[in-house]
């Protein structure tokens, strides 16, 4: 096994001139819900978030899958596929 030295965080420095700044900024929902983090653009604004989205308020709606093919076999004729016939 090779062994290698231990090279404290603090030692490693980031180059300079090449990294965006990293700022405090609030992410601002449609709903008002605010969330507080840091990243290189201020104030974002969002459409959803996990408060106002369905999935996590828990009204999620279910597609009727069944309902839909009933639809396009009342609409279009047979579901089944036609079957050409073979030449002899």
Do not use: N, W
Not at 27 to 54: F, L, Q
């Amino acid at each position: 096994m090779v062994s290698r030295d231990y090279i404290p965080r603090f030692a490693l420095k980031m180059k300079a001139g090449i990294h965006p700044e990293y700022y405090e900024t609030d992410i601002v929902c449609a709903c008002g819900a605010v969330y507080h983090t840091r990243s290189t653009r201020r104030d974002i604004k969002i459409g959803i978030c996990a408060a106002c989205h369905p999935f996590f308020t828990g009204e999620q709606k279910f597609v009727d899958t069944a309902g839909r093919v009933e639809k396009f076999a009342r609409r279009y004729g047979s579901t089944k596929a036609a079957r050409a016939e073979k030449k002899a």
